[in-house]
C-alpha cells in the first residue's frame, strides 16, 4: 500500500505494494519514484500546516482519511468554493475535490489567488456552461492571462468573472 502522510513539517510518500491507489494516482503522472521524488523536493523543504490541503510550486496534495489526491499545480486551470470545501478542475477535465472548513476554504482561494492568479474561480451558469460546451476557448483564455501575466477576470468577459 502506498501512503501519503504529513511528518515533522514534510511531504512523504512511500510505496509497499504497487496496487495501492496512491501508487495508481502517482503512477498516472509517470514513473513511480521519479514522481515521488519530484513531490517530496517540491515540499521537503516546507513548513507545512495543518490543513489537509497543501500546495507546494509544483503540486497540490490532499490528504484526510477517508480520500486523498495528488495534482500538479500546471495543471489546475478552473477552481471554486463549494458548501463544504474547494473544487479543483484540471485541463484535462479532471474533477478533485477537498473537504474544507470555512477558514481552511478561505486560507486556500486566498493562496490560490497568490500563486496562480490566471486560473479561472468560482462557479456560475456562465462558467460551468463554457466548461462544459467551449472548454478550448476557456482554456484559451487562461492560458492568455497566464502569458500575459494578469488575472482571468482582466480579460474573461463579464459573465465568466468570479462571482458572475
Given at each position: 500500500m502506498g501512503f501519503l502522510w504529513f511528518t515533522g513539517g514534510s511531504l512523504?510518500?512511500?510505496?509497499?505494494?504497487?496496487?495501492?491507489?496512491?501508487?495508481?494516482?502517482?503512477?498516472?503522472?509517470?514513473?513511480?519514484?521519479d514522481t515521488a521524488a519530484s513531490?517530496?523536493?517540491?515540499?521537503?523543504?516546507?513548513v507545512l500546516?495543518?490543513?489537509?490541503?497543501?500546495?507546494?510550486?509544483?503540486?497540490?496534495a490532499y490528504v484526510r482519511r477517508e480520500s486523498c489526491f495528488l495534482v500538479p499545480m500546471?495543471?489546475?486551470v478552473w477552481a471554486y468554493e463549494t458548501t463544504?470545501?474547494?473544487?479543483?478542475?484540471?485541463?484535462?477535465?479532471?474533477?478533485?475535490?477537498?473537504?474544507l472548513s470555512p477558514a481552511e476554504r478561505a486560507a486556500t482561494v486566498?493562496?490560490?489567488?497568490?500563486?496562480?492568479?490566471?486560473?479561472?474561480?468560482?462557479?456560475?451558469?456562465?462558467?460551468?456552461n463554457t466548461w462544459r460546451d467551449d472548454r478550448a476557448d476557456m482554456l484559451a483564455l487562461i492560458d492568455r492571462a497566464h502569458a500575459e501575466g494578469v488575472t482571468f477576470d482582466s480579460i474573461a468577459h463579464p459573465g465568466l468573472r468570479s462571482g458572475s
Open positions: 512523504w510518500v512511500t510505496q509497499r505494494r504497487a496496487r495501492s491507489n496512491l501508487a495508481y494516482m502517482i503512477g498516472g503522472y509517470g514513473v513511480f519514484d513531490i517530496e523536493a517540491d515540499f521537503g523543504d516546507q500546516g495543518p490543513a489537509p490541503l497543501q500546495m507546494g510550486r509544483l503540486w497540490v500546471p495543471q489546475i463544504d470545501g474547494i473544487s479543483l478542475n484540471t485541463r484535462s477535465g479532471n474533477h478533485y475535490h477537498a473537504k486566498s493562496h490560490l489567488k497568490r500563486v496562480m492568479p490566471w486560473i479561472a474561480f468560482g462557479y456560475g451558469a456562465a462558467m460551468v
